[in-house]
């Protein structure tokens, strides 16, 4: 009893090593997303002017099918990187792309796609403070979001879509839920 | 103490301009329940900061939030309800004071047991030493030493 | 040239260390002396060869030369000279470079005044610092180099965060590793013992200088971290339970017992597996800061480079030292004797009941600053730990600790009077309550926050302890004409205590009153405007652009008035770096006893306003002051001569029958 007191430290050390251990395989700074499984918000959002749409994007128009919502702005490096393949996604047909431009001048959001290329199906404006981003749980953009048929969220990526990302991990998912 | 450790020498800091968290033109006019919000920004941690509150930050999301908690409170909301509408979309995480729960009971009763353990040790600690120190505890008396000391005391009664 | 002798010096050292680590120890086995004796030169050649490896960086950075990687990437020719030697440790390679620098310069130090160490005990140490150094080298020369060399050299190099080009922030760091690193003597001292399997009140003497003196270093470098962040961060914030804030917290937390155990070994030859485990614990949890800060495990404010293959290395070197010494522990420690006697009502008993408050605040830091870690990898979810809990958990068990520390030092060893001290605490203990009540009543009872006038309280109660303490050892009131005679032959490690203990005091105050009752306004202001901040009206006189050396700011200059007369200008900046392009504010401070006046310029608005933030922050300065007595105290006492480094063993070990 008496030795097993000063084995303590060390007991508790090795527990510690092995949380250590553990965490470095861990990101310390990747946050999961609540709204999984949670309907998408309520949101009616203004229309990109100059792309000539009557109306921006409505949480009715992520029902009935499975679809892809986007979180982009002008003033977004990283979006840069992803969008040449959603362009590419958007010519398969696979699945319709809808985008948020976020926290940004609506003139600029649409200058950003007539250079880099337009994969949006339907693109919503939601200026600052970003009132639909927040009700999505956005923390930067890129962010896209998986909703399925019924208009629940599925699935969050977090960053740029590369095409390895999106052949392994979305694509299966979405082929999933449209199977439902 | 912020930037301060060794670390903090050690990088790219993210953070660009100091200080200009709050700022006027977000700010309630009614100054009680301006401090509410300063309050409630206290507890919100930003999210793309590194370990700021969302009243610390000069990051855009945090503005937001800010701005956001701002108008919850203007439409009569509490700041439960108010916590409550941020904890709904970033989850448990943005809280800085974690919520007394299953998975925190450690951290919040943590140190209470462990003080409690440590004085259940102190006590033993004093226990083992009044019960001689680690000596050997003496040999019981004899009959006859016994009747002795009975004799003695009784003599020194009297 | 220069940098490739740097690089070889480092190899060298290695090499030397290597031998330190594993001859004296086989000598100190066999009772080869001549083996044992290789630990002084060794140690010698080592700190020579790495500290011709830190002459080699600092040069490279004194004189600009960006073909070394390092420099390009954190130095600049237009940088003030202040900052490009300050910028050696002011990134990661570098700062372990200056750890390993320190470490032998510790080592070289055992060597240099430890000479009336006994033989055995002296090489055993020194072997266990070489084998940190194995460990710290290594860790440079596989996955750190500073040495490394770019090509072809940029023309200049990439800048230094313009928010750490500050005095204070350049002294900040090398402090902190004194501390850290101190502490590694404590620890060898520790494991040498262990080895030897003895500890005696002379074990106790010869730690406690080496002790005090990493204590002393680690509180500047916490206190002079504080100070800087609460100038330069621009809203008067100086601590906020970052990670790596905690990182340099728990050692001191564990530094402060180990401090005071040490006292009750020396004195009284009791608590000395407690005093082993602690002189552990104060080095392992810098070992853990150095883990956490350099492997990316928790997020911080403090943005690091962070390397998994390092992180790996870290948690290696810690499992060998921590896990290793905890494990030597828990063999040789349970055969330590039992020293002197003493009841729970007593000056040791009460050190260890400090000693245990403080090791449960020690412990409630570390649970909250690795919590997220835990609940992550248990898969609880994602959770933050930020100042609210810590102040709600930490603080609480902190206030019987401060209650304790009033009564401590008037308790006779072995068993104390508890009545008959608080018998002497009676008019303090009024005073503290009624120092409770004034402030309840001065900030309007509940329209301040409720523990204010408990904070008041345990600062009176401390403070004025303390001085009826002196009071009592010098005699003031029972034979007042002999007073001053007897204070000036007080040893001088009471001075220390007295010192330290009414430093915390008040250091107390400057916390509750400048957490409870800062003042704050931010506005926007037009040139000419005026704010009231408490007792003062602040206006706007004018904003212009100044030129600096790698900067160009914006100075605003504030008239300040009291009673309708001007009492000061206070001229805040905010400055545009140029290399690396970054904007940073610099406050205007006005300090007093009081309270400060903070002001912070701001962005001007299309109005041509200016937004401003105007504070005042009442007993901040306070807050400095204490930390200035504790250091103080520290070295009052280190100047003690039952502490000094080169006396005679003899005369120590006799010292402490005398004072026992």
């Not at chain 3, 030292?321 to 006697?341: D, W």
């Not at chain 3, 009872?445 to 050892?473: H, I, K």
Request: charged residues 15%; contains cysteine.
């Amino acid at each position: 009893m008496r030795s097993g007191l000063y084995m303590l430290p060390v007991l508790v050390f090795g527990v510690l090593a092995l949380f250590f251990l553990k965490g470095l395989g861990l990101n310390p700074r990747e946050i999961p997303s609540v709204l999984i499984d949670r309907p998408v918000p309520e949101m009616t959002l203004a229309p990109l002017p100059g792309r000539g749409d009557s109306r921006g994007l409505d949480t009715a128009d992520l029902k009935g099918r499975v679809s892809v919502v986007n979180i982009y702005g002008s003033w977004c490096i990283a979006c840069v990187q992803e969008h040449p393949y959603l362009v590419e996604i958007k010519k398969s047909g696979t699945v319709p792309i809808m985008g948020i431009d976020w926290r940004d001048d609506p003139v600029m959001g649409y200058a950003w796609l007539k250079k880099h290329g337009d994969p949006y199906e339907r693109v919503g404006v939601d200026p600052p403070p970003g009132r639909t981003a927040v009700d999505f749980g956005v923390t930067g953009a890129p962010e896209s979001f998986i909703v399925d048929k019924a208009g629940i969220i599925r699935y969050k990526h977090i960053g740029p879509i590369t095409p390895d990302i999106w052949t392994r991990t979305l694509l299966p998912i979405i082929r999933e839920l449209e199977k439902k | 103490m912020r930037y301060s450790l060794l670390a903090s020498l050690v990088l790219v800091l993210a953070v660009t301009s100091p200080a200009l968290a709050v700022n006027p033109d977000e700010m309630l006019k009614d100054p009680a329940q301006e401090a509410r919000a300063r309050e409630l920004g206290k507890d919100l941690r930003c999210l793309v900061c590194q370990n700021q509150s969302i009243d610390d930050s000069d990051a855009d999301l945090a503005k937001d939030l800010r701005i956001i908690v701002r108008e919850r409170i203007s439409a009569g909301d509490t700041d439960q309800q108010v916590k409550t509408f941020v904890v709904d979309r970033y989850g448990d995480y943005v809280l800085l004071k974690p919520p007394f729960k299953a998975s925190t009971l450690v951290l919040w009763l943590g140190p209470f047991a462990l003080f409690g353990g440590a004085v259940a040790l102190f006590a033993r600690f004093y226990r083992r030493r009044k019960a001689g120190a680690g000596l050997p505890a003496p040999a019981p008396l004899s009959p006859e030493e016994q009747r002795r000391l009975d004799s003695l005391l009784k003599e020194s009664r009297q | 040239m220069i940098a490739e002798i740097g690089h070889f010096a480092l190899v060298l050292a290695l090499c030397v260390a290597l031998v330190q680590a594993i001859v004296p120890l086989v000598g100190a086995r066999r009772g080869v002396d001549s083996w044992m004796a290789v630990s002084g030169p060794a140690s010698t050649m080592q700190f020579l060869f790495i500290a011709i490896a830190f002459g080699a960086l600092m040069n490279a950075y004194v004189t600009s030369d960006f073909s070394v990687m390092n420099v390009a990437q954190n130095s600049h020719t237009e940088k003030p000279m202040l900052y490009k030697v300050a910028g050696v440790w002011g990134n990661h390679e570098g700062s372990l470079l200056l750890w390993v620098t320190i470490l032998s310069l510790f080592g070289f130090a055992v060597t240099l005044f430890g000479r009336n160490l006994p033989p055995g005990l002296r090489s055993r140490a020194l072997a266990v610092q070489a084998m940190i150094s194995v460990g710290f080298l290594l860790f440079i020369l596989l996955t750190s180099n500073p040495f490394a060399r770019i090509e072809p050299p940029p023309i200049d190099g990439s800048g230094l965060n313009p928010i750490l080009q500050d005095p204070g922030l350049a002294f900040h760091p090398p402090f902190l590793y004194l501390g850290y690193v101190g502490f590694s003597m404590a620890y060898s001292f520790a494991i040498a013992a262990l080895l030897e399997g003895r500890v005696d009140p002379a074990w106790a003497r010869w730690v406690r200088p080496w002790t005090l003196a990493a204590w002393i270093f680690l509180t500047c470098g916490i206190v002079l971290g504080s100070w800087w962040a609460y100038y330069t961060l621009g809203w008067g914030g100086w601590w906020y339970w970052d990670p790596v804030e905690n990182a340099s917290f728990m050692p001191w937390l564990a530094g402060t017992a180990l401090l005071h155990s040490a006292v009750v070994v020396e004195k009284r030859d009791a608590l000395k597996s407690w005093t082993i485990l602690l002189a552990i614990v104060a080095f392992g949890f810098s070992l853990l800061g150095t883990f956490l800060v350099r492997s990316g495990v928790l997020t911080s404010v403090h943005a690091f480079a962070t390397d998994p293959k390092r992180g790996v290395f870290v948690l290696g070197l810690l499992v060998l030292a921590v896990g290793g010494s905890f494990s030597l522990y828990a063999v040789r420690a349970p055969a330590m004797k039992m020293g002197g006697l003493f009841a729970p009502i007593s000056r040791e008993g009460s050190l260890l009941f400090n000693n245990v408050l403080m090791a449960t605040g020690a412990a409630t830091v570390l649970l909250g600053t690795l919590y997220p870690l835990f609940a992550d990898a248990l898969n609880l979810g994602k959770v933050s730990v930020g100042p609210p809990f810590f102040n709600a958990v930490f603080l609480p068990l902190m206030a019987p600790m401060v209650v304790v520390m009033a009564v401590a030092p008037m308790m006779a060893w072995k068993r104390g009077d508890l009545a008959g001290v608080l018998g002497r605490l009676k008019v303090v203990a009024a005073l503290a309550l009624a120092a409770a009540a004034l402030v309840w009543f001065l900030q309007g009872g509940s329209a301040g926050p409720w523990w204010t006038a408990g904070g008041f309280a345990l600062a009176v109660w401390l403070g004025l302890g303390t001085l009826v303490d002196l009071g009592g050892r010098i005699g003031l009131l029972r034979d007042p004409g002999r007073a001053l005679g007897r204070a000036l032959r007080l040893p001088r490690s009471s001075w220390g205590m007295v010192s330290a203990h009414f430093g915390l005091a008040v250091f107390i105050v400057g916390l509750t009153a400048s957490s409870a009752w800062t003042i704050e306004k931010i506005q926007t202001q037009a040139i000419g405007e005026t704010v009231q901040v408490g007792d003062y009206a602040v206006t706007l006189k004018a904003v212009e652009t100044v030129p600096g050396p790698n900067y160009t700011a914006a100075r605003a200059t504030f008239d300040i008035a009291r009673d309708g007369q001007s009492v000061a200008l206070m001229q805040p900046e905010k400055r545009q770096y140029r290399m690396p392009p970054r904007p940073t504010t610099t406050a205007a401070i006005r300090s007093g006893i009081a309270g400060d006046l903070y002001v912070v310029i701001g962005d001007e608005d299309i109005k041509g306003g200016f937004v401003t933030r105007l504070y005042y922050k009442p007993c901040v300065l306070w807050l400095w002051a204490g930390g200035a007595l504790l250091v103080l105290g520290g070295l009052i006492s280190l100047a003690d001569r039952r502490h000094r480094i080169g006396a005679p063993a003899r005369a120590r070990v006799a010292g402490v029958g005398a004072k026992a």
